[in-house]
């Protein structure tokens, strides 16, 4: 049982994923922080769901759209106050975080969106 798992993970995107298999799984943000594991699958006419539980009786809701990669672990989109914060003067090269509305970064002069 558990093989035919692990082979329905290797391959195309447009796979499907049984409740059994999702709950339990780890999920993380692209920065690889923890957010905690799949306790469960909701339904509705808008789509599915996947409901965290990210510890100390925190239960976050997570829309499938803003899922990534399903694999040994769950992969999920940042949060967007964390796009904001790296759109706001941080500097994508090295990270230093400059005024927000800064062109260039003060550190090594890239380009600032
Ligand atoms: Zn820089």
Known sequence: MRRVIELAYSGSEKLYFSKEQLVGKVVYNLKAKKIG?????????AGVAILVDAGADQ????????????GDIILL???????????KGECPKCHFKND???RFCKECGTLLQ
């Open 77 to 87: 989109k940042p949060p967007p106050s964390e796009v904001a914060a790296i759109i």
């Open 100 to 102: 927000p509305h800064a």
């Open 59 to 70: 239960r976050l809701t997570v829309p499938s759209s803003d899922i990534v990669e399903i």
């Open 37 to 45: 594991s799949v306790a469960d699958v909701l339904y509705s006419k």
